[in-house]
């Protein structure tokens, strides 16, 4: 199934759910000229569902590449531990996730030659937001900061002192930050037949959350809650919808003030790089 297109998941004795996701640059980075270090990924493998949201230390100089990887590293990594009969509740079952996403990451930052404090600040150090069923359970986790609605319950992760979230590559060096290499969190965890709608966003989505009484630039209408990502079906009919709503909000327009001779700007809303992957319980019809 794709990672980065809307989809359709059978997981089996009749639970059935839509996920749909997208990203879009913020505004300071685009004045900055660099580019958007979010990435997520999901997928489904027979009762088992894994959906991820990364974003990239904004002091690392490519982090996207290890958003990419992590996204997708984790995603699997997460299907993998839930396959094999993991306890999704259990701290076992996270701690072999975080072991076995670590894994392939030393093995690339080995291969990339250079200290490996320096690779890893450079290229490795990304936050995890997540969400995982397993049969008739379900979970949120997380490894940093972001953002999980789960209907109506709202869970903000971070901001972190200094704003500096735990990294899930920091489990690659010998000398962790703090001493500890950072642990998933399970906030959440709950009956799988529970889960109508969920949204996992990185904390550029806190933008999101924040703006939604402003009006979207160039006259597109309020921002609105962020309930509109699962309530409205257009979201999960079109692939690339998501991504369309925010890169309509973050644009920038510039409109004429004839009687003062002057052109009148709008600027982005969002102003970090912004992801969103919304899951709700089907209204589709299966054959």
């Not at 995603?75 to 009969?85: D, S, Y």
Request: charged letters at 25%; a neutral charge.
């Amino acid at each position: 199934m794709s990672r980065e297109a809307a989809f359709f998941a059978d997981l089996g004795a009749g639970s059935r759910l839509e996920v749909a996701g997208g990203t879009v640059t913020g505004t300071d980075h685009l004045a900055a000229g660099r580019p958007n270090q979010d990435a997520y990924a999901f997928r489904a493998e027979g009762n088992c569902l894994a959906v991820v949201v990364c974003d990239g230390c904004g002091s690392g100089a490519r982090s996207e590449v290890g958003a990419a990887l992590g996204a997708r590293i984790v995603t699997e990594q997460v299907l993998g531990a839930l396959g094999r009969g993991g306890d999704i509740e259990s701290p076992a079952t996270w701690e072999e996730v975080r072991r076995g996403a670590l894994a392939p990451l030393r093995a690339v930052a080995g291969g990339m030659g250079g200290r490996l404090a320096e690779v890893v600040s450079t290229f490795f150090l990304f936050t995890v937001v997540g969400l995982a069923i397993s049969g008739d359970r379900a979970c949120v986790f997380s490894l940093g900061d972001g953002l999980i609605a789960l209907g109506d319950d709202l869970l903000r992760l971070g901001p972190f002192p200094g704003n500096e979230p735990p990294y899930l590559g920091y489990g690659l060096l010998d000398r962790p930050p703090g001493g500890e290499a950072p642990r998933f969190t399970v906030h959440r965890a709950f009956p799988a037949s529970a889960l109508r709608a969920a949204l996992l966003g990185t904390d550029g989505a806190v933008d999101l959350l924040e703006s939604s009484a402003r009006q979207i630039p160039g006259g597109g209408g309020e921002v609105g809650p962020l309930s509109r990502f699962w309530e409205d079906d257009r979201y999960f009919r079109n692939p690339d919808a998501v991504r369309r709503r925010l890169a309509l909000m973050n644009r920038s327009v510039a409109r004429p003030v004839w009687k003062e001779e002057r052109m009148e700007r709008e600027g982005g809303l969002l102003r970090d790089d912004t992801t969103l992957v919304v899951v709700r319980r089907s209204r589709r019809q299966t054959d």
